[in-house]
């Protein structure tokens, strides 16, 4: 699953700890959610996008993997 992490949070000008702190995960969850190493919960997903004041879709692009 792609997303836009990055570009929103720097957009609002939010620190990776900030949005950490706001979704009451580590740092280096949200690094590797920007990075796409980890895909988040629903809760976690949703909780990104309130922090980040827009909707789910507009942080996150659901890409189905072909074999």
């Known amino acids: 699953m ?3 992490i990055k570009k929103l949070r720097t957009a609002a000008d939010i ?3 900030d949005l950490a702190k706001l979704c009451n995960v580590t740092r280096q969850t949200i690094n590797a959610i920007e990075n796409n190493k980890y895909d988040p919960t629903l809760s976690l997903a ?3 996008a309130h922090a980040l004041n827009t ?3 507009k ?3 659901y890409n189905a993997k072909k074999k």
Request: hydrophobic letters at 35%; charged letters at 15%; aromatic letters at 14%.
């Open 2 to 4: 792609d997303n836009n």
């Open 15 to 17: 620190s990776q700890n």
């Open 46 to 48: 949703f909780s990104i």
């Open 55 to 57: 909707g789910i879709d």
């Open 59 to 61: 942080v996150f692009n």
